[in-house]
Structures are given as structure tokens and as C-alpha cells.
């Protein structure tokens, strides 16, 4: 394909760009050195007029790469929006990046101009455009569990035209929300609790045609890829179980939860040792016989205590808040109190927790003077001969201490995602995925693996039979702005196993969901890829002939792209990938590229730049990441910030694509150092590549070791972490890393 | 892409570019209609979100460039919805919208700002700073086109913009315009405002001068804001040493806002690292009526807390009040475990003002409740809430939330 492309250079020379730098200069640079066929300049090139230039080359002169030297790459993408199909356009910023930054007329100006041209031309000569990958496609969704999320994403999907398939564990529908007594109010009024509303939805799944619904099931195995995922289950009928397989499109993974093991609260609430301390849970129970009575003896219960975070926001237990117990009790006092005018509710708390539109039923129930809430620890639990329970408090309100007799002591125990197996505490799960760590000898030592438990999903997917988690087993987003970024491309969390929610948002969380399966599964079926990415038709391709079975990109692609041959070849599933290039920087082969992104681009723009053979300045190349470290350049150079001159600047789809070679290749070229911008990584990681930054420097700290046995300073290499708005702090970091380049000398490698 | 009809977003806020963009990348065509001459909403005035302290603009970045890249997204900036009729999948909305005065030409090169003559309190920064009579929102906005505020330009007899501009990207004569579109559903992101500070006359705002707002503060903090991240008190601009944050400045509250507007526990113990970042010296005191970290903010909390970065008190302030000779506020505060009154003098005072539904009182052709909030069930068939507008809450449930309302709008297209 190369032989029939032909790149124009277009040149803005205006907004400061013609009275900063020489343009002359730059059309020499195009044509003389880069023997660039076509090469013009234009003093407004995002008019309609500079664009009807360009868009004549195309048609009477077979321009089919587009170079614009111009602004940035973020600004007029409207204009210079050329069929991405059949041209590839690369955009050279000469406007913030060297105008707007940098003192005018000066040698040193030019010379980033005339490099951003070098490498931009270089970069698209060694790019095609990419021929999207379009596959048939299944267009039916696997909900995993078949509870109140379960229900709302089978039936949300099927009312925009898709099918679902619930497969349930339990030999019947709606999870916990069936054994509930009353809900608590949504909406105005707040003063009345709600009857359950999950039989409608039970209903609705059963009376549709486009859901069908395995009970008693389990998932034996899922493989593939989005749009074409295989699954096996295990669907018992009767004695004896059966294997079912079918394709679907995409995962939801809807597994809810389960309450918080009470018998771990024996010690101090007396739960398990008196029969009259019960959980939220069991209290529903309890209400849905008719009654509010004492377990111990079915007496009718006249006084209620409602003990808040009972084992939550305790590292001893559960560390976090479960959001719904505040709800939750108030709802159960609410119905102690209609049961029995007489009863009496007392609920002690360490903040009442009833954020949003629910503040209007905490007040509605505060008007109930029946219902005692007071902010409080509990200090002891004991059993009264009778059966009831002395329950003393530290009133903090009355800054004193009391004590209640109850009847019946409600423990307000928090949810547990079904992530976990049951009895594993949250507070001691392994990072990333939840297992067990086993010590493993080899000739080398004890080594440490962990051993992922396949426990609800079982994919046959290198990285792991589970989604991973966050932490305390949620599979949760990691994104504020991107709640459905998952780690498994195809396959998204809602509901409670996410992270601890109500009916109210878990039926939003699910609907939420739904779309984004369908969505996945629609630009799958176009060769696309999925958030953040999404449209890219680029896909990578493995050059497996020179594959060394080394390993590493199977290890370290965030989304669990490739598995294995028994060898250790890769085996890419495309569908899975999201773009970032980063089995492409983990390669030691570069045996993995995209037609227009890969490790020989990268190479070659290194290659072309003019490094100074002499000079007092070091001369330094960083490699930036595209959505924010790129953004941040434009920032400093919209506030006219004056940068170092002596940088020149390559974004990267992601840091996690930064090859090693391109190391030797800048410092063997004489480049005196090498600098690495991108997001901030750790337990805050800001990269929605999830580890792109992370790896990088992982790479960078072993091939420092290679540049100590070359006789060269490891520290000439440097990352640094910089968000989007840090933007004023660049000047600084560049003079930071320059003055240190200036201990070193200059690389002994420069002029040979 | 589809020939079915569009899915109207009103509000282009985070709420509203989530609906937008995931409904365009399911397949449909989408339309964003914005009030403000930017996208991005309340989320592009934060500094830092919480718990990640990580930039909002990160995200809005990405969002940003799906909409440029995405042909099924369309959006209109410094527009308003007129009116709207019709049932579901066949609305008729008519848009006014308002001129901007620079055309589609600008190329953002700042020309204009240079020349032109008249100032304005720059609303971006709730008129802590000013900006010329032509102005860009903020370095980030999007889109990249300047604007011009039409009640302080003085218009054609001074048109020195207009002669500097080289590209012809001014027009001082642009009149208001109207547009009819025809959509196959609605949804109604449009998100929040601060909530008045001055209708709380107790607790001093614009009376006493060194107590500012939560959004204020954001503004603040923020290295493109008004004190480019220097964290000042309005009277003096001297660096603050101590702080006091007052909880439920407005929610909670029935003379004010009812409901809880969930975030500002959170908000304020994200601002508390603010100060502690910059100054660990800084004695920051929190009053509040419950601390609310719902989830696995808990986290959060609990670092807070070890950290000390914020005393708290539970307790309901009372007034405050400014010391005439120093200008600091003084507070009076009932400490509720303390069962005791306190004065305190502190530099600067921080109200945790909440989220009030910009929607309140003017919705057109959706039906909201008392407090003001889009109603979640019982709307019209194809008309939905997504985000504040329906409920107070943070970012990403509202997102969850947003996401969602993508697929009830495509709903109400694809049964058709």
C-alpha cells in the first residue's frame, strides 16, 4: 500500500504561527529534506477556503496523507475531518507547542518547528489507514444472576429490541428484594412504606419472549470475545444436571450480594448467644409472618433497638458503609410502630446516613415521636432472665449514658459483594483478584502465586477466571466520569456486587449496564473499539513468527486480551482490545503493531529529528501521553508560558506502549535525555488504560540497569506523573530535568 | 448513522454528555442543547473530584473527544428550549438560541481579548476575577471559540475586536435565532446551580467578607482560577491559617432546601486536603449535622480523620459574624455532643452550600416536585430526568444515572 501514498503538507501561517517561525524554512524542510511532493502554506488554513486547497489535492493530485502544520490537534478537528477510511491526517502543532510557547524568530524555534514537521511526516509515512475489522455479531446478553438488577437489565434490554439470558442459582427469581416485608419510600410522599414491587418485575422477565431464564444454574465456562462470547452452564434439572452452551454478545455480571456473616458479631452484640438479637435481614422476616414477635418466644415485641454499622465502618469487619441500613431501619421502625401503637423504636447511630431525596423520609419519620434516634455507641449487650435484652448506650446527644430494655435487638449489618466466596472476609482480600496466595517452591525459591477463585463467571481468559476487584471485592469502576470502564471489555458489573447500593439504584445501575453491553456489542459488529478509544477501527497484529513465547504482553494487557497456547504464544482476541498499545511497548520482539501505530513509527520519528552534535543545552525527547499530558502543553502554550526550547515532545496512545528500543534508539542518536509524562498511577491511578503509566515505569526501572552497563547516568530516563491540570508546573519540571541532564555532560554517544 | 429520530439532551453538562455520547456510540443520533457558551457544566468548575483528587477535566477531555469524533453527536451551545409539544417519538422542541458574537471562523488566537477595552466579573470564577467583554470561558472549554458578553460590550461603536480579528470570526450584529427540531425522546440533564448563599442571612455571605462558598473554594484551588490555585481570603488576599467549613449551608433544611444534597460532606473533606496540601499548618474545623460518606468513601473519611486534616464538630452554627478591626468572621456554634455554645474566630469561613435543580420552577414540558427535582416515574412517555436534575448526588451516580436515561431514550426510538 505504501507505493501508492502521497503526502501533502499543509501549513498554517497564521494565528502567530508566520511571525514566529520562518515558513520558508519549513516548506525547505518538507521538500528539500523530506522530498515531500506536495507542500504548501496557508494563512487560514481552517477556512473553508484553506481546507478546499487540501481537499484538491486530494482529488486532482491523489493526496492521500494529510499533514497539517498548524494548531493543535485537540482544536478544528470539524475542518480538517478527511474520510478516516481512506486518508490518513496528521496533525503537526506549530501553534501552541512552538509559537505560543517559545520567543519568536529564534534558531531554537525553528528547529522545534522543523522537528515537529520531521516527525510528523515520518509518523505518517509509516501509517495507513486502518480497514475496520467488522464481524456478525450475537445479539443477546448473559445476565449473571437474577435478582432486582438481574431482572431490570434482561427487561431494559429487551425493550430496545435485544435478547437476555438470565441464569439465577436459586430455583426461583428476585434475589433478596423477594424477602422483603415493605420498601422504603423513592419518591413523594415519604410517610408511607412501600409494598414490594419485584413480583411485577419477576413477572415482566417470565411474560417476555425475548429473555429466557435458566434456574438452579450455574455458569460452567465462558470464552471468547465481545459480540461472540461461548457459554457453558450447568443447568440442573430435576436429580440430575445438564451442559447447555450458547453465544451471546456481551456480560452482565449481576450477582448482588450477601449479608454480612453475624455470627462473627457474637462477642459483643450477643448474636447467636441471645435469641432475640436478630440482623436487618432476618427482621424482615420476622415482619413478613404477620407479626413484629420475639423470636425467643413469639411474644409480641414491645420495644425495638436498632443498632446502626453493626460490624461496618469497622476495620474489624466490614471497613465501609453499606449506604442502604440507615434507610433500612428507619423503614423497620416504621413498621415496628404501625404493628403496635404501643411499641416503641430506638435507633442509635453514628451518623444517619439518608443522603438525597431520602432526608425527606428521615424527617417524615422523625415526626413519629415513637421512634427514638440518637447518636450513640453501644457500650454492652446482655439477656435479661426473660428474654429480653439490657442494651446500654453512650447517648452523645445527652452526653450521657442509658440504658434500654428491648425486646428484639436489630443488628444493622452491612452487604457483602457475591464476589467474594462465602466466609471470606473483605477486609483480607488479595488485591486485584480475589484468591488465595500459595507459596509455590522452584529452583529459584519460594515463590508466591495467587490462586483466583473461579466462582461465578469462569472465563477462559489467561489473566483469570473472575472480573477483577477493586478492593474488598467490588468489581467496581475505578472512574468517577466512566462508571462502566470494566477491566473485562463486553463484560460490566451493575447492581450490588459493585458496590454496596438500594433497589432504587441498582435498578438504574443495571438499566446503565444494559446499554453498555448493547453499545459494545454494536460497535464490536463494526470493528470498533469500546470506551475510551471508541470508534478506533486500529487493531494490533502480532508478527507471531519472531514471537520468543517471552510472555510479557499476555501478562501485562490491562483487559485480558490474549491468552495462550500451551507454548506461550499469544492468541489475540480482538474484540477484548481497547487500543493502548500496550502489549505493543511490552514486546521485545516488536512483533505487535497497528497500521498506524507501532514501535518502527515511533523509532523512525526518533531517527528523524536534528539532534544538535554540540551545545551546552541538553537536548531531550519526552514521550507524552495523548489524553492528558498533551492537553497540558496546549494549556501552557494557551497562556503563553515559555517552555524549555530544547524538548521535543511524541504522544504516545498511552504510556504503556513505550518500547524499551526506543531508548537505545534516542540515546544511541545522541539524545541527552529521555522523559516520560503521563498519568499518575498508584492506588489514585488516573490512567484509563488502568496501568499504562504504571508499566512504563516498571519498564523504565529495568532498563536503567542497561544503561549503567553502557556507562550511561540511569537518570537520564525519567517519568513523571502529571494530570491534565498541572499544566503550569511544566516549565518547571522541564528546567528540573535539563539542569540535571547538565550534571551529566553531554550523552557520550552524541556526533558518532 | 440511524434514520430514526434523535434523542434531545438538555443540559451539557457531565450528566448530559454521558446520555449524549453513550446513546451516539449504542448506534443513535443524539443532540445536546447547552445553556452556557461551553460543555461541561458544574464538573468543569471542580478543581478535584473526590475521593480520587484526580482532575475532572481528565474525564470531560475524553468526553470531549468522543463527541468530535462521533458524527451522531450534534450540540448547540448558548441555547435555550422555547417550547416543547408532541408525544413520544414525534416532540417538537423550539430552540431560542442566543448569539455568541463570534462565528464558527475563530480560531482561538486571543487577538480580540487584546485589544478590547471593557471588563467584566468573570462568572466562570463566581466574579472573583475579571475578564474582557470578549472572552474564552476557561483555557479548557470546549468548544474553542470565544464569546462575547452582550450586557457590557458596547457593541458596534467600538468594534476594535472586530478590526483585529483576522478572520472575520466577529459579528457584533448576530441576532437571536430559533431553531424547530424534531426528536423521538427527551431528556432533561440539566444539573444544578449553587445554591443562593445570600438567602441564609445568619450565616453572612455578602456581608461578611472572608466567608465564600464550596464552589468558590473549588475555583480557588484551582491552578486556573482566580488566585491561580492560592488559596485566599477575599479581604485582604492573605493566605489563610485557619478555616471553618459549615455543613448544610441550605440542605437539610426546610426553610431552604429540604433535601440532603449528598456530596458536600464529601466536598469539604476533599477541600480540607486543599489546605493541608498547601499549608499543613492550616486549622481547618468542620460543623456538621451528620458526616455523610455513603460506601466506600468511608475510606476517605477514615484517611481524613487519621490525617487530622479536619477537626469535626457536630454542631449547627448559629451566625457569623465579621470582627470589625481584622475582618475575620466570627462564629457562634451550638456544639450538640458538647452541649455547649462556642465562638469561634477563624480566617475564613466556607459554606457547604448545596445543589439546587436549575430546572426549579421553569420546566418546560417535564413535571417536577416540590423541591424542585425532575420526577423519576410519572413523566410523559419519552421524557426523562437524568443526573441532579432528578436527584441530588455525586458524579458517579449520576452517571450511572445518565447512562442509564441513554437507554430509556433509545427506548422510546427503537419501538417505533
Redesign the interface.
Known amino acids: 500500500m505504501a507505493d501508492n501514498s502521497k503526502i501533502g503538507v499543509y501549513i498554517c501561517t497564521?494565528?502567530?504561527i508566520g511571525e514566529s517561525l520562518s515558513i520558508e524554512g519549513l516548506e525547505k524542510v518538507a521538500k528539500s529534506e523530506l522530498h515531500v511532493p506536495v507542500c504548501k502554506s496557508h494563512?487560514?488554513l481552517?477556512?473553508d477556503d484553506g481546507v478546499q486547497v487540501i481537499r484538491d489535492d486530494i482529488n486532482k493530485e491523489g493526496v492521500n496523507k494529510i499533514v497539517i502544520a498548524a494548531?493543535s490537534a485537540?482544536?478544528?478537528?470539524?475542518m480538517f475531518d478527511f474520510d478516516q477510511s481512506l486518508y490518513v491526517t496528521e496533525r503537526v502543532n506549530i501553534r501552541e507547542h512552538v509559537a505560543w510557547t517559545q520567543p519568536p524568530n529564534t534558531e531554537p524555534t525553528q528547529a522545534i518547528a522543523n522537528d515537529n514537521l520531521r516527525m510528523g511526516v515520518m509518523r505518517i509515512s509509516k501509517s495507513e489507514a486502518p480497514v475496520p475489522n467488522t464481524t456478525d455479531v450475537e445479539r443477546t446478553i448473559l445476565v449473571v444472576g437474577g435478582g432486582n438488577a438481574g431482572l431490570t437489565a434482561a427487561i431494559?434490554a429487551a425493550?430496545?429490541?435485544y435478547k437476555a439470558v438470565i441464569v439465577e442459582k436459586a430455583s426461583s427469581l428476585g434475589g433478596w428484594a423477594k424477602k422483603n416485608y415493605k420498601g422504603y419510600p423513592?419518591?413523594?410522599p415519604f410517610n408511607e412504606l412501600l409494598a414490594p414491587s419485584i413480583d411485577s418485575k419477576v413477572k415482566a422477565v417470565e411474560g417476555n419472549p425475548a429473555i429466557k431464564v435458566y434456574l438452579n444454574s450455574k455458569i460452567l465456562q465462558i470464552a471468547g470475545e465481545p459480540g461472540m462470547f461461548d457459554v457453558k452452564i450447568d443447568n440442573a434439572k430435576g436429580e440430575s444436571s445438564s451442559e447447555e452452551t450458547f453465544r451471546v454478545g456481551a456480560v452482565i455480571m449481576a450477582t448482588g450480594w450477601k449479608p454480612y456473616d453475624a455470627s462473627q458479631l457474637s462477642a459483643f452484640y450477643g448474636y447467636g448467644r441471645y435469641k432475640n438479637v436478630v440482623t436487618n435481614v432476618e427482621m424482615e422476616a420476622i415482619a413478613l409472618k404477620g407479626k413484629i414477635a420475639r423470636p425467643s418466644d413469639g411474644k409480641p415485641a414491645k420495644s425495638v433497638v436498632f443498632l446502626q454499622c453493626a460490624g461496618q465502618?469497622d476495620e474489624n469487619h466490614i471497613?465501609?458503609?453499606?449506604?442502604v441500613c440507615c434507610n433500612v431501619s428507619l423503614k423497620q421502625a416504621k413498621y415496628v410502630r404501625e404493628s403496635n401503637a404501643d411499641a416503641g423504636a430506638y435507633i442509635i447511630y453514628k451518623?444517619?446516613?439518608?443522603?438525597?431525596?431520602?432526608?425527606?423520609f428521615y424527617?417524615a419519620t422523625q415526626d413519629d415521636p415513637g421512634i427514638f434516634l440518637a447518636?450513640g455507641e453501644v457500650r454492652a449487650i446482655e439477656e435479661a432472665p426473660d428474654g429480653s435484652l439490657l442494651v446500654d448506650i453512650d447517648n452523645?446527644?445527652l452526653?450521657k449514658d442509658m440504658r434500654i430494655q428491648a425486646d428484639i435487638v436489630v443488628l444493622a449489618t452491612g452487604m457483602v459483594s457475591n464476589m467474594l466466596p462465602d466466609g471470606m472476609a473483605v477486609n483480607a482480600v488479595t488485591p486485584e483478584y480475589v484468591g488465595e496466595l500459595i507459596t509455590k517452591k522452584t529452583q529459584d525459591g519460594d515463590i508466591q502465586e495467587l490462586n483466583i477463585f473461579p466462582w461465578t463467571l469462569n472465563l477462559k481468559y489467561r489473566q483469570g477466571p473472575e472480573m477483577p476487584h477493586l478492593?474488598?471485592g467490588?468489581p467496581?469502576s475505578?472512574?468517577?466520569?466512566?462508571?462502566?470502564e470494566t477491566r473485562r471489555t463486553g463484560i460490566y458489573a451493575a447492581g450490588a456486587v459493585r458496590?454496596?447500593?438500594d433497589g432504587l439504584?441498582s435498578t438504574?445501575?443495571?438499566?446503565?449496564a444494559?446499554?453498555?453491553a448493547?453499545?459494545c456489542i454494536?460497535?464490536t459488529a463494526q470493528g470498533k473499539a469500546?470506551?475510551?478509544r471508541?470508534?478506533d477501527t486500529s487493531f494490533p497484529e502480532f508478527r507471531l513468527e519472531s514471537c520468543t513465547q517471552c510472555r510479557r504482553c499476555t501478562v501485562e494487557c490491562p483487559f485480558g486480551v490474549l491468552d495462550e497456547d500451551e507454548k506461550g504464544t499469544p492468541q489475540a482476541h480482538p474484540y477484548r482490545c481497547r487500543r493502548c498499545g500496550t502489549c505493543m511497548g511490552a514486546c521485545p520482539q516488536r512483533i505487535i503493531s497497528f497500521s498506524n501505530y507501532s514501535v518502527d513509527m515511533i523509532s523512525a520519528m526518533l531517527k528523524s529529528l536534528d539532534v544538535p552534535s554540540e551545545g551546552e543545552e541538553p537536548f531531550v525527547v519526552a514521550l507524552i501521553c495523548e489524553?492528558?499530558a498533551y492537553?497540558a502543553l496546549d494549556?501552557a502554550g494557551?497562556?503563553r508560558m515559555n517552555l524549555n526550547p530544547n524538548y521535543r515532545f511524541i504522544s504516545l496512545r498511552c504510556l504503556g506502549g513505550t518500547n524499551l528500543v526506543w531508548v537505545t534508539d534516542a540515546l544511541s542518536r545522541g539524545i541527552d535525555g529521555l522523559m516520560l509524562i503521563g498519568?499518575?498511577y498508584g492506588e489514585?491511578y488516573?490512567c484509563?488504560f488502568i496501568k499504562g503509566s504504571q508499566m512504563a515505569s516498571e519498564r523504565l526501572s529495568k532498563v536503567q540497569e542497561t544503561l549503567g552497563r553502557l556507562n550511561l547516568e540511569a537518570e537520564r530516563v525519567e517519568q513523571v506523573q502529571l494530570?491534565?491540570?498541572?499544566?503550569?508546573q511544566l516549565p518547571r519540571i522541564l528546567e528540573d530535568f535539563s539542569e540535571k541532564l547538565k550534571g551529566f555532560g553531554p550523552n557520550p554517544f552524541k556526533g558518532f | 448513522m440511524s434514520d430514526k429520530k434523535s434523542i434531545l439532551v438538555i443540559g451539557g453538562g457531565?450528566s448530559g454528555l454521558t446520555t449524549a455520547i453513550?446513546?451516539a456510540?449504542?448506534?443513535y443520533n443524539t443532540i445536546i442543547v447547552e445553556r452556557n457558551p461551553y460543555l461541561g457544566g458544574r464538573v468543569a468548575q471542580l478543581?478535584r473530584?473526590f475521593?480520587?483528587?484526580?482532575?475532572?477535566?481528565?474525564?470531560?477531555?475524553?468526553?470531549?473527544?468522543?463527541i468530535?469524533?462521533?458524527p451522531n453527536i450534534k450540540f448547540y451551545t448558548m441555547a435555550e428550549v422555547d417550547n416543547v409539544s408532541g408525544t413520544e417519538g414525534n416532540f417538537s422542541v423550539s430552540l431560542k438560541l442566543n448569539p455568541r458574537f463570534v462565528n464558527a471562523?475563530c480560531?482561538?488566537?486571543?487577538k480580540c481579548v487584546e485589544v478590547c477595552p471593557v471588563e467584566r466579573p468573570n462568572s466562570f470564577n463566581f466574579g472573583m476575577d475579571k475578564t474582557k467583554a470578549i472572552y474564552r470561558p476557561h483555557?479548557?472549554s470546549f468548544p474553542?471559540k470565544y464569546v462575547i458578553d452582550s450586557t457590557v460590550c458596547p457593541g458596534t461603536q467600538c468594534s476594535k475586536c472586530v478590526a483585529a480579528c483576522?478572520?472575520n470570526a466577529i459579528d457584533l450584529n448576530m441576532k437571536p435565532e430559533t431553531l424547530q427540531l424534531n426528536v423521538g425522546s427527551i431528556v432533561y440533564a440539566t444539573g444544578w446551580n449553587p445554591y443562593d448563599a445570600t438567602k441564609m442571612d445568619n450565616l453572612g455571605y455578602g456581608k461578611v467578607k472572608n466567608v465564600i462558598t464550596n464552589m468558590m473554594m473549588e475555583r480557588m484551588a484551582?491552578?486556573?482560577g482566580p488566585t491561580?490555585?492560592k488559596i485566599l481570603r477575599p479581604s485582604d488576599s492573605k493566605a489563610v491559617k485557619s478555616v471553618a467549613f459549615v455543613q448544610c449551608a441550605g440542605?437539610?433544611d426546610e426553610n431552604h432546601m429540604?433535601?440532603?444534597?449528598?456530596i458536600c460532606c464529601m466536598a469539604t473533606l476533599k477541600q480540607a486536603t486543599y489546605l493541608r496540601e498547601r499549608d499543613p499548618e492550616i486549622k481547618a474545623v468542620m460543623y456538621y449535622i451528620?458526616?455523610?460518606?455513603?460506601?466506600?468513601?468511608?475510606?476517605f473519611l477514615?484517611k481524613i480523620q487519621a490525617d487530622n486534616t479536619v477537626e469535626m464538630i457536630?454542631g449547627k452554627v448559629a451566625k457569623i459574624e465579621q470582627d470589625s478591626a481584622t475582618e475575620d468572621p466570627i462564629l457562634t456554634v451550638e456544639d450538640?455532643?458538647?452541649?455547649k455554645k462556642i465562638t469561634q474566630q477563624v480566617d475564613m469561613v466556607v459554606l457547604a452550600t448545596g445543589m439546587e435543580p436549575s430546572i426549579k420552577g421553569k420546566g418546560i414540558g417535564v413535571k417536577l416536585?416540590?423541591?424542585g427535582?425532575v420526577?423519576?416515574?410519572g413523566q410523559g412517555a419519552g421524557v426523562y430526568g437524568a443526573g441532579v436534575a432528578k436527584?441530588?448526588?455525586?458524579?458517579?451516580?449520576s452517571?450511572?444515572?445518565?447512562?442509564?436515561m441513554?437507554?430509556?431514550g433509545?427506548?422510546s426510538i427503537?419501538?417505533r
Open positions: 497564521d494565528c502567530g494563512p487560514f481552517c477556512s494548531c485537540r482544536v478544528n478537528t470539524d431494559e425493550s430496545a429490541g423513592v419518591k413523594p465502618r471497613p465501609y458503609c453499606s449506604v451518623d444517619m446516613r439518608t443522603p438525597g431525596i431520602y432526608e425527606n424527617k447518636k452523645q446527644l452526653g478492593k474488598y467490588f467496581d475505578h472512574f468517577i466520569c466512566f462508571p462502566y458496590h454496596p447500593m439504584q438504574t445501575d443495571a438499566t446503565g444494559a446499554l453498555k448493547i453499545q454494536e460497535l469500546v470506551h475510551p471508541a470508534g489524553n492528558d492537553p494549556m494557551i497562556n498519568c499518575k489514585n488516573q484509563h494530570a491534565i491540570n498541572e499544566w503550569d | 457531565i453513550e446513546a456510540e449504542a448506534g478543581n473530584y475521593p480520587k483528587l484526580c482532575p475532572p477535566y481528565c474525564g470531560l477531555e475524553i468526553n470531549f473527544k468522543r468530535r469524533q462521533n471562523k480560531t482561538g488566537c486571543n483555557e479548557m474553542v483576522k478572520y484551582a491552578p486556573n491561580k490555585g440542605s437539610r429540604a433535601h440532603c444534597s449528598s451528620d458526616v455523610r460518606a455513603p460506601g466506600k468513601y468511608e475510606d477514615k457536630k450538640v455532643l458538647g452541649g416536585d416540590d423541591n427535582f420526577i423519576g416515574d436527584n441530588p448526588n455525586d458524579v458517579m451516580t452517571l450511572q444515572d445518565a447512562t442509564a441513554a437507554l430509556k433509545i427506548q427503537a419501538r
